[in-house]
Nanobody, 127 residues
Framework: QVQLVESGGGPVQAGGSLRLTCRASGYIISGACMGWFRQAPGKEREVVATITSGGTYTSYADSVKGRFTISRDNVKNTVYLQMNDLKPEDTAIYHC????????????????????WGQGTQVTVSS
C-alpha cells in the first residue's frame, strides 16, 4: 500500500519559515517526479513545486519563486519543501504527490497526472 505522509506544517508568523517533509512508503520514489501542491479554502488545488527523479530539475509557481525550495533524498524516500519568508497568502493545506510514471522530464504541473497523494499538512501564516 502506497502512503505519502506529510509533516512540518503549523502556525507561523509572516516572514517566518517552515520545512515540510513528505515520507513515502510502499512506493520507491527514486524514479518518479514529486510535487508539492496546496489548496486554500475556496480555491482550487495549485502546484507549488516539482522535482525530477534525480533532483536535477525543479520548477516553482511564480508566487513562491525565491522563497521556497524543493529537494529530495531518494535514500530516505523523502521529499522536502523549505519555505522561507512566508506570507499570509501561503496559508493552505500542503500535499505532496508522486507521479506513477517514471523518468518523466520535465515534471508535470497538473495535479491530475500525479497518482499518489498524501493527506496534507496545514500551514497557517498570520500577519
Amino acid at each position: 500500500q502506497v502512503q505519502l505522509v506529510e509533516s512540518g506544517g503549523g502556525p507561523v508568523q509572516a516572514g517566518g519559515s517552515l520545512r515540510l517533509t513528505c515520507r513515502a512508503s510502499g512506493y520507491i520514489i527514486s524514479g518518479a517526479c514529486m510535487g508539492w501542491f496546496r489548496q486554500a479554502p475556496g480555491k482550487e488545488r495549485e502546484v507549488v513545486a516539482t522535482i525530477t527523479s534525480g533532483g536535477t530539475y525543479t520548477s516553482y509557481a511564480d508566487s513562491v519563486k525565491g522563497r521556497f525550495t524543493i529537494s529530495r533524498d531518494n535514500v530516505k524516500n523523502t521529499v522536502y519543501l523549505q519555505m522561507n519568508d512566508l506570507k499570509p497568502e501561503d496559508t493552505a493545506i500542503y500535499h505532496c504527490a508522486a507521479d506513477r510514471k517514471l523518468g518523466i522530464v520535465p515534471c508535470p504541473t497538473s495535479s491530475q497526472t500525479y497518482g499518489y497523494w498524501g493527506q496534507g499538512t496545514q500551514v497557517t501564516v498570520s500577519s
